[in-house]
DNA sequence: ATTTAAGACGAACGTTCGTGCTATATACCG
DNA sequence: CGGTATATAGCACGAACGTTCGTCTTAAAT
């Protein structure tokens, strides 16, 4: 995988001292962006928080829109730290494809981020504004869907996937159950919209899964009153 | 419903002249919000689409939060009006509870605001913000959860869909089909997404309805050749 | 015909934004 | 040790923001 190529590469810096710094603000950047946007992001505020001058910390970016990019970068290094390697530490097939979901939902939940999914945020932000940085976020959100999406072209070569099912349906569904999540989460704080969104892709993953892929996916949990008993 | 008693009140205007002009300017800013974000909607940007002074209609408003409420609020009687209604034209049941998701899906598709979903934008934008307008947002967005979670009740009442499914559940999955459909429509330009959240919405439907409720729903429709059309 | 009140206007306020220019401090190299 | 980059700071700019103010026009009420 090209990512995990990329992961090596990116461990030292640039000319030590300045990319240290550099280094510093962008951490900073990305944490701010995450909650206040993309846009609120602004040079002053940080080089408050930093205790830097504005014309200081400028000096490394040429543009605001330069320092969107550089941060929209950190944070899919951040995000591929995070979501992508631990997923892919987990075999091939429906394990992987389970793990894939669950740990983003775990990645928003834990507060990666302080302001929910970092990627989201900004896409709705930029979707209506054309530009170097509305490209950027939308190759990486696509970089996401693809992987699901070949995470579970794998779980049918495997076997443990029924292959009447479209690969591409399947990867808006968990994505919008993402979304979905991520939207409850943010807007009313509420915490068992993780739970509802692995129900959701637990019981498409049981239900198209192979004897073979069944067998991979976590225990059925016991609901409270009466559960799968459906149908 | 007190949605539709509150129609009925609505029409006519506070002092004729003022009102009148008001409601142009909260018309136009309505547009710019679901395109611009309620943040982006500046007052000297307003002003000058209507080719009117800033001071002369920020005078309509006391603030630029009671411009944002304002607009929040006529953003939701074009809601009420566009979707709302329509649906409710639907008997009560299965046939009402898939027309408030179709309707939903064709008033982003077909441009009723030009940025997509007004509150969805809105609500992504707020959510990290604090304050009445995020507060008013949340209650709107909870109002049409809430009305997808009622036609459903309503639909196993009917004795259209079976009462293992839970209502809270369902209505989390096809809130998540509508954001994902929205979130790729507006970022990647995909109007096929509208027919994924459909195609979606309507197998859980039908797997989940009696066979009365089956025959409310409308025909299958065949897929092209096999399901690996996609890209 | 006179008074009153509302609507719209232009100008200006103070603040914050991104962005340059110029000087100083710090670190590295011969 | 001195010299040369490089990193940061200080300062100022033009523009845009929300907001306030005083004035003029215009239509309704007396």
Redesign the interface.
């Known amino acids: 995988m090209d990512v995990i190529a990329e992961t090596k590469a990116a461990g030292e810096g640039r000319k030590a001292r300045g990319g240290r710094t550099r280094q510093t603000i962008l951490e900073a950047a990305v944490d701010i962006a995450s ?3 993309l846009e609120g992001l602004t040079i002053g505020r940080l080089a408050t928080q930093l205790s830097m001058s504005k014309s200081g910390l400028f000096a490394h970016f040429g543009s605001k829109e330069d320092l969107q990019l550089a941060t929209i970068e950190t944070a899919r290094t951040v995000f591929i730290r995070e979501v992508i390697l631990p997923a892919f530490e987990a075999e091939r097939g429906v394990p992987r494809l389970w793990k894939l979901c669950d740990v983003w939902l775990s990645y928003v939940q834990g507060g990666v981020f302080s ?2 999914c970092f990627f ?2 900004a ?3 930029f ?2 504004r054309p530009g170097p940085v ?1 490209d950027r ?2 190759g990486i ?2 970089e996401w869907l693809v992987t699901v999406r070949r995470a579970i072209v794998e779980s049918q070569e495997a076997g443990q996937l029924n292959t ?6 399947l990867a ?2 968990f ?3 993402e ?3 991520n ?2 989460f ?3 704080g509420d915490k068992q ?1 993780f739970a ?2 692995r ?2 892709i637990l019981e498409r993953l049981r239900r198209h899964s192979t004897r073979s892929g069944a067998s991979l996916l976590p225990p059925i949990k016991q609901k409270r009153g ?1 559960t799968c ?3």
């Open positions: 909650a206040e946007g302001g929910g989201a945020a896409a709705s932000e979707d209506s509305r976020i939308a959100m696509k009447d099912v479209d690969p591409t349906q808006f569904e994505n919008s159950f979304l979905g999540a939207w409850a943010k807007l009313y919209a509802r969104a129900e959701s009466r008993a459906n149908r």
